[in-house]
T-cell receptor, first 108, second 116 residues
């Protein structure tokens, strides 16, 4: 089976940097993705790591270590609009399994 | 990026009726679409994988006869909740990939079903 773990909640202030970790146990792992979901909305894609290392996309970066079955999403220069739920997702075969999600609250 | 459209965004129905939710890929062909269910403040639970021209693959514990999935074309998949009951009330979301590889899923807007 597939299982992922994330912290349930994270709180930070505007302008800060926050890291959301994701550990996974899967078979047939293809890559680790990150999605953002605001309340009442659909998830939107943030980043994808198929190989070890850091991927940077603007204020967001994502890291993967396949040997450690671990990854993280790094959000820099936090803004109020970043308050949302963040999900890591593992791709295997043609499917994806989502982590439990981390609710990020950005305070003024 | 690719666009996936889902309709209706909200639906309220009486217990015992059936509800159909449509998921369309607007600017690409999706041989595979995925249907998820999400409870408040919870993660996305994969219900089934919809394959164009063949039967859907359901996840363990998902009732095939209750959640009918049809993927009749490369741009349309439908989920029909049959004989709906209040416990079927949930947020249903479809998604698709543009190709066989890669880590990006494109999601529809989601459909909030309320069964009275």
């Amino acid at each position: 089976g597939q299982s992922l773990e994330q912290p349930s909640e994270v709180t930070a202030v505007e302008g800060a940097i926050v890291q959301i970790n994701c550990t996974y146990q899967t078979s047939g792992f293809y890559g680790l993705s990150w999605y953002q979901q605001h309340d009442g909305g659909a998830p939107t894609f943030l980043s994808y790591n198929a190989l070890d290392g850091l991927e940077e996309t603007g204020r967001f970066s994502s890291f993967l270590s396949r040997s450690d079955s671990y990854g993280y999403l790094l959000l820099q220069e936090l803004q109020m609009k970043d308050s949302a739920s963040y999900f890591c997702a593992v791709g295997y075969g043609q499917n994806f399994v989502f982590g439990p999600g981390t609710r990020l609250s950005v305070l003024p | 990026g690719a666009v996936v459209s889902q309709h209706p965004s909200r639906v309220i129905c009486k217990s015992g009726t059936s509800v159909k939710i449509e998921c369309r890929s607007l600017d690409f062909q999706a041989t595979t679409m995925f249907w998820y269910r999400q409870f408040p403040k919870k993660s996305l639970m994969l219900m089934a994988t919809s394959n164009e021209g063949s039967k859907a693959t359901y996840e363990q514990g998902v009732e095939k006869d209750k959640f009918l999935i049809n993927h009749a074309s490369l741009t349309l998949s439908t989920l029909t909740v049959t004989s709906a009951h209040p416990e079927d009330s949930s947020f249903y979301i479809c998604s698709a990939k543009t190709g066989p590889s890669g880590g990006e899923l494109f999601f529809g807007e989601g459909s909030r079903l309320t069964v009275l």
